[in-house]
Nanobody
């Protein structure tokens, strides 16, 4: 079972995208869920994380620009990304936090370029 992220694309600097991750297998349940990204030549990093009843956490590099949210009724997690920068270019993934290796999906490519 893999989690499938969607919503990526090519956007100009300063633009916005909203990523979605639908959990059709109810893997997330009431666990903490995170968005991760991996840029070329770099390790995968946690971008944002959200759990029931707790404040979301964000990597310093995206604070104030990205917002993670969760729709429990739809078993879906979102990542709203505003004021995108070229350094945000990466493949974005969703998974539990901490992540389970078997849940990594293909991810969705986000490219920020003029």
């Amino acid at each position: 079972v893999q989690l499938q992220a969607s919503g990526g694309g090519l956007v100009q600097p300063g633009g916005s995208l909203r990523l979605s991750c639908r959990d059709s297998q109810k893997i997330f349940s009431n666990n903490v869920v995170g968005w991760y990204r991996q840029a070329p030549g770099k390790q995968r990093e946690l971008v944002a994380s959200i759990g029931r009843g707790s404040e979301p956490i964000y990597a310093d590099s995206v604070k104030g620009r990205f917002t993670i949210s969760r729709d429990y009724a739809k078993n879906t997690v979102y990542l709203q990304m505003n004021s995108l920068r070229p350094e945000d270019t990466a493949v974005y993934y969703c998974n539990k936090n901490p992540p389970y290796s078997r849940y990594w999906g293909q991810g969705t490519q986000v490219t920020v370029s003029s």
